[in-house]
């Protein structure tokens, strides 16, 4: 059972879902807090079946009851106290199944002093110093849009919930996990999250933004952008050998290359002339052909994704039919299974489109059922 909202919980139980579990979403009568912005419903909830409730009506008490007696695992979101208020926290769904895997998702966890704070992404990506450390001085943070702490939090949930399964089969025990935007945040930053004696603070791109040094950063094509990533102290060599000597010294080593405190400038500038000498598509293909490692940037993820070869050949891409959006696409199951087949999963479910369907199962009569939307207990669509 899913009582999350907007991404992070979403997103994790959408990714069981993609593995094979059958997620029921429940949903206010109104929607849960994302469901004004699309592009979030469509992208983690894929697979659920969506169940419209009113957790405050008195009539919804008997069906909360029989959903947290029959899930194996319940997923939420909510701050500290909510759950409790409404009849759905650890101690209830334990009292009614006592094996649960009960899972609370909050922003700064779920004791301590901030407890009841509202946090979103953004804000733990400020705290754990990503967007200080992603800007191009120490005085320009930079946001990134990419929901870092939400998409890894939710992939934390998925495993978490797997692991606790394998425990419960093993021991017959139930248990409550407990994760944290702040926690995650912190894994985020794994390789600069730590302290010691002499440890030098985590390299800042340039001001520009380009990258960290003159063989790792973006540069100008002919007709758009590509990415340079020698990483390795033979990518140089390779770079030069297929430039020619002309190009490059050979008296600039592979740290000279790639010094990020000051950058190589000098290199810079000859390799940006070079790079603007051809398109884009030429030099990845004829770089990535001599081990150069190096990628066109793509203008849009129809270009880097949805239309690419590899990620087409691999069968990456989930294409769906939906009543309300034509020519759906996202990204598909992400694990592939050698013995097992995937997932086939519909789209992410309108809101109350299975509310009868999921109560029926329950147990609830036709007479029960008919009752419930003139109450302001549920909604169907």
Same mark, same amino acid.
């Given at each position: 059972?899913?009582?999350?909202?907007?991404?992070?919980?979403?997103?994790?139980?959408?990714?069981?879902?993609?593995?094979?579990?059958?997620?029921?979403?429940?949903?206010?009568? @109104?929607?849960?807090?994302?469901?004004?912005?699309?592009?979030?419903?469509?992208?983690?909830?894929?697979?659920?079946?969506?169940?419209?409730?009113?957790?405050?009506?008195? $009539?919804?008490?008997? /069906?909360?009851?029989?959903?947290?007696?029959?899930?194996?695992?319940?997923? #939420?979101?909510?701050?500290?106290?909510?759950?409790?208020?409404?009849?759905?926290?650890?101690?209830? $769904?334990?009292?009614?199944?006592?094996?649960?895997?009960?899972?609370?998702?909050?922003?700064?966890?779920?004791?301590?002093?901030?407890?009841?704070?509202?946090?979103?992404?953004?804000?733990?990506?400020?705290?754990?110093?990503?967007?200080?450390?992603?800007?191009?001085?120490?005085?320009?943070?930079?946001?990134?849009?990419?929901?870092?702490?939400?998409?890894?939090?939710?992939?934390?949930?998925?495993?978490?919930?797997?692991?606790?399964? #394998?425990?419960?089969?093993?021991?017959?025990?139930?248990?409550?996990?407990?994760?944290?935007?702040?926690?995650?945040?912190? &894994? /985020?930053?794994?390789?600069?999250?730590?302290?010691?004696?002499?440890?030098?603070?985590?390299?800042?791109?340039?001001?520009? *933004?380009?990258?960290?040094?003159?063989?790792?950063?973006?540069?100008?094509?002919?007709?758009?952008?590509?990415? *340079?990533?020698?990483?390795?102290?033979?990518?140089?060599?390779? &770079?030069?050998?297929?430039?020619?000597?002309?190009?490059?010294?050979?008296?600039?080593?592979?740290?000279? $290359?790639?010094?990020?405190?000051?950058?190589?400038?000098?290199?810079?500038?000859?390799?940006?002339?070079?790079?603007?000498?051809?398109? $884009?598509?030429?030099?990845?293909?004829?770089?990535?052909?001599?081990?150069?490692?190096?990628?066109?940037?793509?203008?849009?993820?129809?270009?880097?994704?949805?239309?690419?070869?590899?990620?087409?050949?691999?069968?990456?891409?989930?294409?769906?039919?939906?009543?309300?959006?034509?020519?759906?696409?996202?990204?598909?199951?992400?694990?592939?299974? @050698?013995?097992?087949? @995937?997932?086939?999963?519909?789209?992410?479910?309108?809101?109350?489109? #299975?509310?009868?369907?999921?109560?029926?199962? *329950?147990?609830?009569?036709?007479?029960?059922?008919?009752?419930?939307?003139?109450?302001?207990?549920?909604?169907?669509?």
């Amino acid at each position: 059972m899913d009582l999350s909202s907007f991404i992070v919980a979403p997103l994790g139980a959408m990714i069981l879902s993609d593995l094979g579990a059958d997620v029921i979403k429940v949903e206010p009568l @109104s929607g849960e807090g994302a469901r004004p912005l699309p592009f979030l419903i469509l992208g983690g909830n894929r697979g659920k079946r969506n169940l419209a409730l009113n957790l405050k009506s008195p $009539a919804a008490k008997g /069906v909360i009851s029989r959903l947290l007696g029959s899930c194996d695992v319940v997923v #939420h979101n909510m701050r500290d106290g909510i759950a409790e208020r409404l009849g759905i926290d650890y101690e209830t $769904a334990r009292n009614l199944r006592p094996d649960v895997i009960y899972v609370h998702v909050t922003g700064y966890g779920a004791s301590g002093p901030d407890k009841h704070k509202p946090g979103f992404d953004p804000l733990f990506q400020s705290m754990s110093g990503t967007t200080a450390r992603q800007g191009g001085s120490a005085e320009r943070p930079v946001f990134l849009r990419t929901p870092v702490c939400d998409d890894t939090n939710a992939m934390l949930l998925a495993a978490g919930v797997l692991m606790a399964l #394998h425990h419960r089969d093993q021991t017959g025990q139930g248990q409550k996990l407990d994760l944290s935007l702040l926690n995650t945040a912190v &894994l /985020v930053n794994s390789d600069d999250f730590m302290r010691f004696r002499g440890k030098e603070d985590r390299p800042l791109a340039d001001n520009g *933004l380009y990258g960290l040094s003159a063989i790792k950063r973006l540069y100008k094509a002919d007709d758009g952008w590509i990415f *340079l990533d020698c990483n390795q102290a033979r990518g140089p060599g390779k &770079l030069r050998k297929f430039l020619g000597e002309s190009w490059l010294s050979n008296e600039v080593t592979f740290d000279e $290359a790639n010094k990020m405190h000051p950058w190589n400038d000098e290199l810079c500038w000859i390799l940006a002339e070079e790079f603007e000498r051809r398109p $884009a598509e030429d030099w990845e293909r004829q770089l990535a052909a001599e081990g150069v490692p190096c990628c066109r940037v793509a203008n849009n993820n129809d270009e880097g994704f949805y239309l690419h070869p590899q990620a087409l050949h691999l069968g990456m891409i989930d294409e769906n039919t939906h009543p309300d959006y034509s020519n759906l696409r996202q990204a598909g199951v992400q694990v592939l299974f @050698s013995e097992t087949p @995937s997932a086939d999963r519909l789209p992410a479910a309108n809101l109350g489109q #299975h509310s009868i369907e999921i109560l029926q199962e *329950l147990g609830f009569s036709e007479l029960e059922i008919s009752d419930m939307p003139g109450a302001g207990c549920i909604g169907v669509s």
